[in-house]
């Protein structure tokens, strides 16, 4: 079936490292989109990706889609406490948005 | 612009009943769309709405059942509840439709007993 994998599936990191979760599809996407949903709320939205090997910043956070249009990543360089909670990755396939399991990130202080 | 509402906000059912939930989405937005969160199977799509037709379904059984209205408000309809559909249900609401930038409501945890 229509699948989207990301991992990893936790990340713990120290306060000012760096953080990436990748994401990858078996077939091609017609875009993909990110979403980051705090502990206790609801996904919101963060950008999305629509042509093949384009790569969009967001301050501290960028963003890349794959040249097959089959993967994409999140960078986040530097993190902060702000950053907690887990980030999706949601591709667009046969008229659907396909979430991917999500990673949860932890930033210690 | 006041943001996609659901009611109730927690649910508790009992196994067997049926239930249902509802959501308004933002304003001038006609695509609905509802996801099943919970923490084994991530955010899971039920269907997709859109000027009060349904134009996707995912993989889940026929007691899952959905409707909007002529003003974009939507329902969602679970019968015949059973534990496994205990669950954060979400709603959507996109100006473009089910596969671009969505904004979610708060969502409605359902726990059946």
């Known amino acids: 079936g229509q699948q989207v994998m990301q991992i990893p599936q936790y990340q713990h990191v120290q306060e000012g490292e760096d953080f990436t979760t990748y994401c990858n599809s078996s077939?091609?996407?017609?875009?993909i989109q990110w979403y980051k949903q705090r502990p206790g709320g609801h996904p919101v939205f963060l950008i999305q990706?629509?042509?093949?090997?384009e790569v969009k910043k967001q301050k501290r956070l960028t963003f890349q889609f794959g040249e097959a249009k089959k993967n994409s990543s999140l960078h986040i360089t530097a993190t902060q406490t702000t950053d907690v909670g887990t980030y999706f990755c949601?591709?667009?396939?046969?008229?659907?948005?396909?979430f991917g399991q999500g990673t949860e990130l932890s930033v210690k202080p | 612009k006041a943001g996609v509402t659901q009611t109730p906000r927690y649910l508790i059912k009992t196994r067997g009943q049926q239930v249902t939930l509802s959501c308004s989405p933002i304003?001038?937005?006609?695509?609905v769309s509802w996801y099943q969160q919970t923490p084994g199977q991530g955010l899971q799509f039920l269907f997709e709405?859109?000027?009060?037709?349904?134009?996707n379904k995912g993989n889940f059984p026929g007691r899952f059942s959905g409707r909007q209205f002529s003003n974009s408000r939507s329902e969602m309809n679970v019968s015949t509840l059973e534990l496994g559909d205990s669950a954060l249900y979400l709603c959507?609401?996109?100006?473009?439709?089910?596969?671009?930038?969505?904004?979610f409501g708060p969502g409605t945890r359902l726990t059946v007993t």
């Open positions: 959507a609401s996109s100006l473009a439709g089910g596969t671009y930038e969505q904004y």
């Open positions: 077939t091609t996407l017609s875009n």
């Open positions: 990706l629509v042509k093949s090997g």
């Open positions: 949601a591709g667009a396939q046969g008229g659907k948005l396909i």
């Open positions: 304003s001038g937005h006609r695509s």
């Open positions: 709405y859109f000027s009060e037709t349904q134009r």
